[in-house]
């Protein structure tokens, strides 16, 4: 997700009006672009040619739980922010999710519009962030490579010096 291109959300729910609703929400209320797809298997086979800034996943679904799913979705886009979405409270789930997932947030069915969407636009700013931070290490990566380099140079010609 660049500073000023809009980020892609993508919902998956095997209800449709799930789908549409939280669809419905965030293009009223968000400049994201949102897609929506009832099927796990589906989705992830779209996540594969779409990059993912965010990505609000049921857990009941017939094909994969929203666990299983996640975690492909985590696999392709490791800065991605993974929600997920339940009707059934499920404290040892809630666990799993959080530490086999790294999800973002847990978020219980019915929601509440207000927290969706400061949910959202908080994971999305979080994913920003990880987004700079990953690039910045990169960077700085690269120039300790090339201060190693140089330094090896410098012993070299110490050596030859002496």
Not at 4 to 18: C, G, H, K, S, Y
Not at 131 to 158: F, K, P, S
């Amino acid at each position: 997700m660049a500073d000023t291109t809009p980020a892609t959300i993508l919902l998956v729910d095997d209800e449709p009006a799930v789908g549409q609703s939280l669809a419905a929400l965030l293009e009223l209320e968000t400049p994201y672009k949102v897609l929506v797809e009832t099927s796990p298997q589906r989705a992830i086979q779209l996540a594969k040619v779409t990059p993912l800034d965010l990505v609000v996943s049921d857990f009941l679904m017939p094909e994969l739980d929203g666990i299983g799913f996640l975690l492909e979705i985590r696999a392709l886009y490791p800065e991605s922010t993974l929600i997920l979405l339940t009707g059934y409270a499920d404290k040892e789930n809630a666990i799993r999710a959080i530490n086999d997932v790294g999800i973002f947030h847990y978020i219980e069915k019915p929601w509440d519009n207000d927290d969706l969407l400061t949910i959202i636009t908080t994971g999305l700013d979080k994913r920003l962030q990880l987004h700079r931070l990953y690039e910045r290490t990169r960077e700085l990566e690269g120039r300790v490579q090339q201060l190693q380099q140089r330094n090896a140079e410098l012993e070299q010609r110490l050596k030859g010096a002496t």
